[in-house]
């Protein structure tokens, strides 16, 4: 079961951050030592103002897989923790315990920055 939701996890993880690279390429403009005109100071603005959305559009789209990789971590974790609670309640004293994921530092369930989902503790007794 450990290795059945890590697996599902970076899955999912993997799977949100296919789409973006590491790396942003966006051409940084370079600034001349001296401007001899107006119009290379345009110019020069133009590709600083280029440079500026390029680098926005790139955090953009890593904030919105981080969001994404949020949603999609803390809703293994809740499917989990109700796979939990189901089976703790049709426990017998003598059959078998499962414990939840609650975060590794002591955070609290369902809240993936608080936790670390690489690690789920099964106490599974039989």
């Given amino acids: 079961m450990k290795s059945t939701m890590l697996l599902l996890l970076l899955t999912l993880i993997s799977a949100a951050h296919a789409d973006i690279s590491d790396t942003a390429d966006c051409v940084r403009p370079i600034k001349p030592l001296k401007f001899t005109s107006n119009k290379e100071v345009d110019n020069f603005n133009n590709d600083v103002q280029t440079y500026q959305s390029c680098i ?42 499962i414990t939840g994921q609650t975060g590794a530092n002591g955070g609290t369930k369902n809240n993936a920055g608080y936790s670390d989902p690489t690690t789920f503790s099964t106490n599974i007794k039989f």
Avoid: G, L, M, Q
């Avoid at 949020?70 to 315990?97: C, G, L, Q, R």
């Fill in 56 to 97: 926005n559009t790139f955090i953009s789209k890593h904030k919105d897989n981080i969001d994404r990789s949020t949603k999609a971590i803390n809703k293994a974790i809740a499917e989990w923790n109700t796979f939990v609670n189901i089976n703790n309640a049709k426990k017998d004293a003598n059959t078998y315990s």
